[in-house]
């Protein structure tokens, strides 16, 4: 598995330096890309396919659909495909998309954070040049330090950016799992104490 | 006057039971490990590896290791967790889905008991009961066009 991507130590003073008396916006992610990585793949994984699948066995129910007949199993075969088998094929299917867009965040996290890296890398670049002048004895610190801050400003400029892209994926990303649940609770609202008691009737007693 | 083929029928009912209780196992760990009869110490049941808040290394799941918190992502103040309302969204439909998956095994159970009525009702005589049932279950549970 892929390593989580953090930040390195020279790059992590540098932000910690220009962020403390308030020159750098830019704040380091603590998010994690791979819970969203294991999570989305997870939420497509075979197996949960397969355990919900298992909960409508298709060629048992077939063979009781052919090798019977009345009323009753009229009525299994409308309620089992109006409701179980149903909602097994639609969990299926939603929880695909919700895959979807726990792999979108862990692509945006990606993205976000190494660009970062490479503008932090950038920046650095350029302060350290640009701290050489002070060892020169016609230097002028305030002027150091204006163009550092100036500097900060264009790399908070361009992370603005880069978060604002991942802050439309992350939007998207949560109207996707907002959807979905939505399904989820018209599934299980529709479970009501009497609707229980209705099902439990059909126990053997 | 209805057909009824025992061992169709019982061949089904048993398939459900059989899959509404490793849901069920899975969904409402009883005693024992964490995750009642499932064997913890190798994998977690698939449905808890989709949590974001997650034991990274699952393969190597100890009792101490179980989830992470949103404490694991606090910010110290050079940092941000951009995340924040993505997790606390998931975790609201996160649970949503579990409780949707259990409800659907509830679900199924009912058509496995039918089933096993059936199976006795060599008679006919409680075609009605069951058929009243079903009809009851359908158009309460029913979610329409």
Redesign the interface.
């Known amino acids: ?1 892929a390593e989580t991507i953090t930040l390195p130590g020279d790059l ?1 003073d540098l ?2 330096r220009w ?2 008396d308030g020159a750098m916006k830019f ?6 890309e ?3 990585k ?2 989305g793949d ?2 497509n ?1 075979r ?2 396919e397969v ?2 699948n ?4 298709e060629d ?2 077939k ?2 659909l ?11 075969a ?3 495909r ?3 088998a ?3 094929t639609d ?1 299926t299917r ?2 695909k998309r ?1 895959s979807a867009a ?1 792999l979108a ?1 862990n692509a945006a ?1 990606i993205a ?1 954070k190494n660009a970062a890296i490479k503008n932090l890398s950038e920046l650095k670049k350029y302060l350290d040049d640009n701290q050489k002048w002070a060892w020169l004895p016609w230097s002028d610190d305030g002027a150091i330090h204006k163009r550092a801050v100036a500097m900060i400003g264009v790399f908070d400029l361009a992370d603005q950016a880069n978060l604002a892209n ?1 802050r439309a994926t ?1 939007a998207n ?2 109207s996707a ?2 959807q ?2 939505k ?6 609202k ?3 104490p ?3 008691k ?2 439990d ?4 007693e | ?5 025992e061992s ?2 019982t ?2 009912a048993q ?2 039971s ?3 209780d ?2 069920h196992e ?1 969904y409402n760990p009883a005693g024992g490990s964490q995750y009642g009869s499932w064997p913890a110490s190798t994998t977690l049941p ?2 808890e ?6 034991v ?1 290394d ?1 393969e190597a799941l100890t009792d101490q290791e179980t989830y ?1 918190t949103l404490d694991d ?3 110290e ?7 924040k ?2 997790f606390t ?2 975790e ?2 996160y649970r ?2 579990e ?3 259990e ?9 496995g ?6 199976a ?2 060599a008679k ?1 005589v ?13 158009k ?4 329409g066009g």
């Open positions: 598995m992590a932000v910690k962020t403390s704040r380091w992610p603590t998010d994690d791979i819970n969203f294991v999570s997870s939420w994984d197996e949960v355990e919900l298992e909960l409508n066995p048992a129910i063979k009781v052919q090798k019977n007949e009345g009323p009753a199993i009229d009525a299994f409308k309620y089992w109006d409701v179980p149903r909602n097994v969990l939603s929880f919700v726990l965040m996290l976000y991942f992350m990303s949560i799992i907002k979905e649940a399904l989820y609770d018209d599934i299980v529709r479970f009501t009497d609707a229980a209705t099902g009737k059909l126990t053997d | 006057m209805p057909k009824y083929d169709s029928l061949e089904a398939s459900i059989s899959a509404t490793e849901t899975h698939a449905h590896r989709m949590s974001l808040l997650l990274k699952f992470q992502f606090k910010p103040s050079w940092q941000i967790f951009l995340t309302d993505f969204t998931f609201t439909v949503a889905a409780k949707a998956v409800t659907t095994s509830q679900q199924a159970e009912y058509g008991y039918g089933l096993d009525r059936m006795l009702n006919a409680e075609d009605k009961n069951i058929t009243a049932i079903f009809n009851a279950l359908d309460t549970q029913n979610r």
